[in-house]
């Protein structure tokens, strides 16, 4: 697959547990105390773009951030939603959005699901990974990686407490 052009830097923003489950379609696999107010601190400012069922698994648009929801289905809407139906459609409306105002971030997040970060995966610049310590089982996965492609810059661990889960925050970035 060849890789999409943008103006802006692509990031994959993702929750992985070590066996690549990132969900099961219904809801969040795991609980990690801190790091939804990480996300959303990371993402603000910033276009998401998303799968339809990602985002019908959030429920809602996130606030602060372009809501970019790309789907098959020719007639679906939500409100505060900008629907696009290919992939260029969807850089074409981040990169839209981002110069709509000079005080946004010039990325564009890649925010899931499976089939989204599949989608996207040659034309990343940058993943933001939470590692999660656990193997459930689920039904969407994030690709696996060619270690040739990619550099861990950096590694931050968190061990588990108070019956918690550990993880590891890693950001790579395209070799």
Do not use: C
Not at 55 to 79: E, F, H, M
Request: hydrophobic letters at 45%; a negative charge; zero cysteines.
């Amino acid at each position: 697959m060849t890789a999409l052009s943008s103006r802006y830097p692509l990031v994959a923003v993702v929750a992985m547990a070590k066996n690549r489950v990132i969900g099961d379609g219904q809801q969040l696999l795991w609980h990690i105390p801190g790091d939804l107010p990480r996300v959303k601190a990371f993402t603000m400012g910033r276009p998401l773009v998303m799968g339809r069922r990602t985002y019908q698994s959030i429920g809602r648009p996130l606030p602060g951030r372009a809501n970019i929801v790309l789907t098959r289905q020719k007639d679906w809407q939500a409100d505060g939603v900008i629907t696009v139906h290919s992939m260029e459609d969807a850089i074409l409306a981040a990169e839209d959005w981002i110069d709509a105002d000079a005080d946004r971030t010039k990325e564009i997040i890649i925010f899931g699901g499976g089939d989204i970060y599949a989608a996207f995966l040659t034309s990343l610049h940058a993943i933001d990974l939470t590692e999660v310590d656990l193997a459930p089982e689920g039904d969407a996965t994030f690709p696996a990686l060619n270690p040739d492609e990619w550099t861990e810059v950096r590694r931050q661990h968190h061990a588990a407490t108070d019956g918690g889960i550990s993880f590891d925050l890693v950001r790579l970035e395209r070799s």
